[in-house]
């Protein structure tokens, strides 16, 4: 469901390799996390570019940001930073509508220093996203359930 609670999963071993080929880091610090949920491993590639020394965050200014709309190539991205704020599970479907401009979306991004990507990467990076629906995003969401954890806000 699209909005259940993630599932719990049996490896949480933080230096392994996951599918978009990035190393799982020390765990999310996330406030939107419950202090009883499980911190999930920081697995989002804006975290191997500082890991790495592609980027340094430290004098970004706000006026250095960029902001666009998501697109299909923010997808893997996309879905490793909710995963990493949010409590909540969100489904495939949540995440093609909103790298495809099936919804509002909007990703503040800082752009990466030349010669510090290979042609196949992005030549930025996300530091946040919204994105915004007016309605139901998917078949699959559950009324129900999203009322449900909205009670236990």
Excluded at 26 to 43: E, N, R, V
Excluded at 64 to 90: A, C, G, I, K, Q
Excluded at 112 to 121: C, D, I, T
Aim: proline share 9%; aromatic share 8%; glycine share 6%.
């Amino acid at each position: 469901a699209m909005y259940g609670v993630a599932p719990k999963k049996p490896d949480q071993d933080h230096h392994r390799h996951h599918a978009g080929g990035h190393t799982k880091g020390p765990p999310s610090s996330s406030s939107a996390l419950p202090p009883q949920f499980d911190k999930p491993p920081l697995t989002a590639r804006i975290h191997n570019l500082i890991k790495e020394g592609r980027l340094d965050l430290t004098h970004t200014k706000i006026s250095e940001l960029n902001f666009r709309p998501l697109r299909p190539s923010d997808y893997e991205e996309v879905e490793s930073l909710h995963n990493e704020w949010f409590p909540v599970h969100y489904d495939g479907a949540f995440f093609t509508a909103a790298t495809n401009g099936d919804c509002y979306s909007l990703a503040a991004t800082v752009p990466l220093p030349a010669g510090s990507v290979s042609e196949r990467e992005d030549s930025d990076a996300i530091l946040g996203i919204i994105t915004v629906s007016t309605g139901r995003t998917a078949q699959t969401e559950n009324p129900d359930t999203f009322l449900e954890i909205m009670r236990h806000k």
